[in-house]
Protein backbone atom coordinates (compact mmCIF):
# COMPACT_ATOMS: atom_id res chain seq x y z
CA UNK A 1 0.00 0.00 0.00
CA UNK A 2 1.61 3.61 -0.78
CA UNK A 3 2.12 5.78 1.68
CA UNK A 4 -0.67 8.13 3.18
CA UNK A 5 1.24 11.39 2.31
CA UNK A 6 -2.24 13.19 3.96
CA UNK A 7 -1.52 11.78 7.24
CA UNK A 8 2.61 12.88 7.40
CA UNK A 9 1.72 16.03 5.92
CA UNK A 10 -0.95 17.08 8.92
CA UNK A 11 1.44 15.64 11.63
CA UNK A 12 4.57 17.80 9.88
CA UNK A 13 3.60 20.93 8.53
CA UNK A 14 6.41 21.95 8.97
CA UNK A 15 8.46 20.16 6.10
CA UNK A 16 7.83 20.80 2.93
CA UNK A 17 7.36 17.49 1.56
CA UNK A 18 8.25 16.26 -2.36
CA UNK A 19 6.47 12.52 -2.74
CA UNK A 20 7.55 10.28 -5.96
CA UNK A 21 6.18 7.02 -6.03
CA UNK A 22 9.12 5.50 -8.10
CA UNK A 23 12.52 7.66 -8.19
CA UNK A 24 15.88 6.54 -9.11
CA UNK A 25 17.09 7.78 -5.95
CA UNK A 26 15.43 10.50 -3.86
CA UNK A 27 18.98 11.47 -2.68
CA UNK A 28 19.18 12.89 -6.71
CA UNK A 29 15.91 14.71 -6.52
CA UNK A 30 17.15 16.00 -3.46
CA UNK A 31 20.52 17.57 -5.46
CA UNK A 32 18.05 19.18 -7.68
CA UNK A 33 16.39 20.94 -5.06
CA UNK A 34 19.16 22.30 -2.86
CA UNK A 35 20.22 23.95 -6.53
CA UNK A 36 16.44 25.16 -6.77
CA UNK A 37 16.88 26.76 -2.90
CA UNK A 38 14.34 24.71 -1.79
CA UNK A 39 14.55 25.36 2.24
CA UNK A 40 15.45 23.79 5.33
CA UNK A 41 13.62 21.10 6.12
CA UNK A 42 12.40 19.55 2.80
CA UNK A 43 12.02 16.25 2.09
CA UNK A 44 12.17 13.77 -0.97
CA UNK A 45 10.26 10.32 -0.32
CA UNK A 46 9.65 7.55 -2.13
CA UNK A 47 7.85 4.37 -2.23
CA UNK A 48 10.09 2.86 -4.37
CA UNK A 49 13.86 3.40 -5.50
CA UNK A 50 15.27 2.17 -8.32
CA UNK A 51 18.63 3.57 -7.79
CA UNK A 52 18.69 4.02 -4.42
CA UNK A 53 22.73 4.54 -3.27
CA UNK A 54 24.47 4.00 0.21
CA UNK A 55 28.11 4.93 0.76
CA UNK A 56 30.66 4.75 -1.68
CA UNK A 57 27.93 4.29 -4.67
CA UNK A 58 26.65 0.99 -3.26
CA UNK A 59 23.50 0.04 -4.16
CA UNK A 60 20.36 0.71 -1.72
CA UNK A 61 17.93 -2.65 -2.07
CA UNK A 62 14.37 -0.08 -2.27
CA UNK A 63 11.66 -2.65 -2.58
CA UNK A 64 8.43 -1.23 -3.41
CA UNK A 65 5.82 0.09 -0.69
CA UNK A 66 8.25 -1.59 2.17
CA UNK A 67 10.16 0.55 3.06
CA UNK A 68 11.13 4.63 4.09
CA UNK A 69 13.84 6.17 0.97
CA UNK A 70 13.47 9.74 2.03
CA UNK A 71 15.97 12.21 1.75
CA UNK A 72 15.78 15.48 3.83
CA UNK A 73 17.71 18.98 3.69
CA UNK A 74 19.24 20.23 6.25
CA UNK A 75 20.89 23.96 6.41
CA UNK A 76 22.71 23.97 9.65
CA UNK A 77 25.28 26.57 10.26
CA UNK A 78 27.99 24.44 10.87
CA UNK A 79 30.83 24.26 9.40
CA UNK A 80 31.79 21.33 6.70
CA UNK A 81 34.49 19.64 8.87
CA UNK A 82 31.26 18.58 11.50
CA UNK A 83 30.40 16.39 8.78
CA UNK A 84 30.95 13.08 9.93
CA UNK A 85 29.79 14.29 13.36
CA UNK A 86 26.19 15.10 11.79
CA UNK A 87 25.85 11.61 9.73
CA UNK A 88 26.47 9.90 13.95
CA UNK A 89 23.70 12.51 14.62
CA UNK A 90 21.66 10.53 12.22
CA UNK A 91 22.07 7.81 13.00
CA UNK A 92 21.09 8.26 16.77
CA UNK A 93 17.77 9.80 14.82
CA UNK A 94 16.97 6.98 12.88
CA UNK A 95 17.71 4.32 15.84
CA UNK A 96 15.44 7.08 18.25
CA UNK A 97 12.72 6.79 15.60
CA UNK A 98 12.73 3.50 15.58
CA UNK A 99 12.46 2.23 19.04
CA UNK A 100 10.24 4.74 19.81
CA UNK A 101 7.68 4.16 17.01
CA UNK A 102 7.75 0.12 16.84
CA UNK A 103 9.55 -0.37 20.52
CA UNK A 104 12.50 -2.60 18.61
CA UNK A 105 16.11 -1.48 19.88
CA UNK A 106 18.63 -0.86 17.48
CA UNK A 107 22.11 -1.11 17.77
CA UNK A 108 24.84 2.01 16.16
CA UNK A 109 28.04 0.67 13.94
CA UNK A 110 30.20 3.39 13.01
CA UNK A 111 29.97 5.54 10.95
CA UNK A 112 26.61 4.95 9.06
CA UNK A 113 24.96 1.62 9.62
CA UNK A 114 22.02 0.98 12.18
CA UNK A 115 21.74 -2.71 13.22
CA UNK A 116 18.95 -5.04 15.11
CA UNK A 117 21.41 -7.62 16.21
CA UNK A 118 24.16 -7.91 13.59
CA UNK A 119 22.08 -7.49 11.09
CA UNK A 120 21.23 -3.98 8.78
CA UNK A 121 17.92 -2.84 9.30
CA UNK A 122 18.46 1.24 8.42
CA UNK A 123 21.56 3.30 6.36
CA UNK A 124 22.83 6.42 6.59
CA UNK A 125 24.34 8.88 3.78
CA UNK A 126 25.06 12.54 4.55
CA UNK A 127 26.51 14.90 1.52
CA UNK A 128 27.14 18.08 1.19
CA UNK A 129 25.97 20.34 -1.66
CA UNK A 130 25.97 23.82 -1.74
CA UNK A 131 26.70 24.55 1.90
CA UNK A 132 23.52 22.13 2.49
CA UNK A 133 23.67 19.07 4.09
CA UNK A 134 21.44 16.24 2.30
CA UNK A 135 20.34 13.87 4.35
CA UNK A 136 19.78 10.54 2.81
CA UNK A 137 17.69 7.99 5.16
CA UNK A 138 16.71 4.08 4.24
CA UNK A 139 14.73 1.87 6.62
CA UNK A 140 13.80 -1.39 5.75
CA UNK A 141 10.27 -1.85 7.10
CA UNK A 142 7.98 -4.73 5.99
CA UNK A 143 10.30 -6.59 3.71
CA UNK A 144 9.04 -10.47 3.86
CA UNK A 145 12.49 -11.13 2.86
CA UNK A 146 16.05 -9.75 1.45
CA UNK A 147 18.73 -10.40 -0.90
CA UNK A 148 21.06 -12.75 0.73
CA UNK A 149 24.57 -11.06 -1.32
CA UNK A 150 24.62 -8.51 0.16
CA UNK A 151 27.88 -6.65 1.72
CA UNK A 152 26.23 -6.48 5.29
CA UNK A 153 23.39 -8.72 6.41
CA UNK A 154 19.82 -6.88 6.48
CA UNK A 155 16.84 -7.33 8.14
CA UNK A 156 13.95 -5.63 8.61
CA UNK A 157 11.23 -4.45 11.33
CA UNK A 158 8.57 -6.90 9.77
CA UNK A 159 11.22 -9.84 10.33
CA UNK A 160 12.66 -8.43 13.89
CA UNK A 161 9.63 -8.48 15.59
CA UNK A 162 8.24 -11.90 14.16
CA UNK A 163 6.12 -10.64 10.95
CA UNK A 164 4.70 -7.83 12.38
CA UNK A 165 3.55 -5.22 9.74
CA UNK A 166 4.37 -1.39 10.83
CA UNK A 167 2.60 1.49 9.54
CA UNK A 168 5.58 3.21 7.75
CA UNK A 169 3.94 6.70 7.81
CA UNK A 170 4.15 6.79 11.48
CA UNK A 171 7.99 5.92 11.76
CA UNK A 172 8.39 8.29 8.69
CA UNK A 173 7.07 10.97 11.54
CA UNK A 174 8.84 10.10 14.13
CA UNK A 175 12.05 9.81 12.05
CA UNK A 176 10.99 13.74 11.15
CA UNK A 177 10.64 14.91 14.93
CA UNK A 178 13.99 12.63 15.68
CA UNK A 179 16.01 14.99 12.92
CA UNK A 180 14.85 18.31 14.41
CA UNK A 181 15.90 17.00 17.93
CA UNK A 182 19.21 15.58 17.02
CA UNK A 183 19.85 19.01 14.88
CA UNK A 184 18.57 21.25 18.20
CA UNK A 185 21.47 19.05 19.95
CA UNK A 186 24.07 19.76 17.60
CA UNK A 187 23.56 23.33 17.40
CA UNK A 188 23.17 24.13 20.90
CA UNK A 189 25.02 21.51 22.86
CA UNK A 190 27.94 21.47 20.44
CA UNK A 191 29.25 18.31 18.64
CA UNK A 192 30.45 17.07 21.65
CA UNK A 193 27.11 15.90 22.77
CA UNK A 194 26.67 13.96 20.38
CA UNK A 195 30.01 11.60 20.42
CA UNK A 196 28.70 11.21 23.85
CA UNK A 197 25.43 10.19 22.83
CA UNK A 198 26.59 7.83 19.61
CA UNK A 199 29.33 6.27 22.04
CA UNK A 200 26.62 5.19 24.69
CA UNK A 201 24.00 4.09 22.09
CA UNK A 202 26.67 1.68 20.16
CA UNK A 203 28.48 -1.11 21.02
CA UNK A 204 30.98 -0.83 18.70
CA UNK A 205 32.93 2.31 19.88
CA UNK A 206 34.34 0.72 22.62
CA UNK A 207 36.23 -2.51 23.03
CA UNK A 208 35.00 -4.59 19.85
CA UNK A 209 37.09 -6.64 18.21
CA UNK A 210 36.52 -5.43 14.53
CA UNK A 211 37.48 -6.11 10.85
CA UNK A 212 38.82 -2.92 9.23
CA UNK A 213 40.63 -1.50 5.96
CA UNK A 214 43.54 0.65 6.31
CA UNK A 215 46.23 1.43 3.48
CA UNK A 216 44.37 -0.82 1.19
CA UNK A 217 44.80 -3.87 3.79
CA UNK A 218 42.54 -5.56 6.29
CA UNK A 219 43.81 -5.52 9.59
CA UNK A 220 42.07 -6.24 12.79
CA UNK A 221 41.87 -4.80 16.56
CA UNK A 222 39.97 -3.79 18.96
CA UNK A 223 38.07 -0.02 18.94
CA UNK A 224 39.06 2.76 21.16
CA UNK A 225 36.53 5.24 20.96
CA UNK A 226 35.72 8.45 18.95
CA UNK A 227 38.16 11.52 18.08
CA UNK A 228 36.75 14.78 18.79
CA UNK A 229 35.63 14.92 14.82
CA UNK A 230 33.77 11.43 14.99
CA UNK A 231 36.19 9.67 13.63
CA UNK A 232 36.92 6.01 14.66
CA UNK A 233 39.81 5.06 16.64
CA UNK A 234 40.85 0.88 16.65
CA UNK A 235 43.64 -0.21 18.28
CA UNK A 236 45.94 -2.98 16.41
CA UNK A 237 47.06 -6.07 17.42
CA UNK A 238 50.31 -4.50 17.68
CA UNK A 239 48.57 -1.69 20.13
CA UNK A 240 49.20 0.90 17.65
CA UNK A 241 46.30 3.36 17.50
CA UNK A 242 44.49 4.32 14.13
CA UNK A 243 42.23 6.84 13.25
CA UNK A 244 39.52 5.53 10.64
CA UNK A 245 39.04 7.97 8.23
CA UNK A 246 37.09 6.47 5.21
CA UNK A 247 35.31 2.76 4.90
CA UNK A 248 33.78 1.22 8.23
CA UNK A 249 34.19 -1.36 10.52
CA UNK A 250 32.83 -4.88 10.43
CA UNK A 251 33.13 -7.57 13.72
CA UNK A 252 35.91 -9.79 13.62
CA UNK A 253 34.41 -13.39 13.80
CA UNK A 254 38.03 -14.87 13.78
Not at 38 to 56: C, K, Y
Not at 101 to 114: E, F
Not at 164 to 182: C, K, M, Q, Y
Request: net charge negative.
Amino acid sequence: MPLDMDFIREQRPQNQIVYIPSVGSTMTQAVRLVKENAPHNTVVIADEQTAGVGRFGRHWHSEAETGIYCSVLLRLPIPPSELPVVTLALGLATAEAIQRSTGIACDLRWPNDVLVGDCKIAGILAQLEDGCIIAGIGINVNQSALPPDLRTPATSLRLASGNRIFAREGIAVALLESLDDFSAMLLQQGSESILRAFSAASSYVMNRRVVYEDGGGVERGVTAGLDESGFLRVRDDRHVVHTIYTGGVRPDLQ
